[in-house]
């Protein structure tokens, strides 16, 4: 199985803020890398594909990047809405594997 | 617009059987392009994908290999939908579990609202 590492494991920001949250896969996926943000006791909602398409409706303070096995969200200008737990997931292969999570909070 | 409504029960005993039904609008259990997936998910194991199921002419099943021989996934043309049975489940299956459509270029887009099964006696 692909292992996908994701850190930090958590982060705390304020609204306004740039962060960036990181994942590395442990062989390459090529760019079949998503991630998704999730509230709680909801779905994960698909925010970005192929390391870096902006899934439509999502707004373009979220961006992602890809460096080999190494890929990054980074998120500028914090919103309200923005503080929640992200995902990132390689499609390449089955069985399709997820990172552990980024819980992003209010500082 | 694509949804997914999951059903099945949030209770299943030890070593019994664990069903849910995903029932497609918006979409074809046959597309030709995408293909239709049971994700679960649990503050021990995180995200899990555990199956999915295409139809290319014919169908084709995939299984996480750590349920191999547990885990089966069925298309119900019929009905539009597609189902999980999950055999001799134990409390480390309780899960929130997710039916999600992969899209043609392989993203996840489209989830079920999620069902929680506690596995209890």
């Known amino acids: 199985d692909i292992q996908m590492t994701q850190s930090p494991s958590s982060l705390s920001a304020s609204v306004g803020d740039r962060v960036t949250i990181t994942c590395r896969a442990s062989?390459?996926?090529?760019?079949?890398l998503n991630w998704f943000q999730q509230e709680p006791g909801k779905a994960p909602k698909l925010l970005i594909y192929e390391a870096s398409i902006l899934q439509t409706g999502v707004p373009s303070r979220f961006s992602g990047s890809a460096s080999g096995t190494y890929f990054t969200l980074t998120i500028t200008n914090l919103q309200p809405e923005d503080f929640s737990t992200y995902y990132c997931?390689?499609?390449?292969?089955?069985?399709?594997?997820f990172g552990q999570g980024t819980s992003l909070e209010i500082k | 617009q694509i949804q997914l409504q999951q059903s099945g029960p949030g209770l299943v005993r030890p070593s019994q059987s664990l069903s849910l039904t995903c029932a497609i609008s918006g979409d074809s259990v046959s597309s030709s392009l995408a293909s239709w997936n049971w994700i679960r998910q649990s503050p021990s194991r995180g995200l899990e994908w555990l199956a999915k199921?295409?139809?290319?002419?014919?169908?084709?099943?995939d299984y996480a290999p750590s349920l191999r021989g547990r885990i089966t996934i069925n298309p119900d043309t019929s009905r539009n939908h597609f189902s999980l049975v999950l055999n001799s489940v134990t409390p480390e299956d309780t899960a929130v579990y997710y039916c999600v459509r992969l899209s043609g270029n392989g993203v996840l887009d489209y989830w079920g609202q999620g069902t929680l099964v506690t596995v209890s006696s």
């Open positions: 199921t295409y139809y290319r002419s014919k169908w084709f099943f």
């Open positions: 997931q390689q499609a390449s292969t089955t069985p399709y594997t």
């Open positions: 062989q390459s996926v090529d760019r079949f």
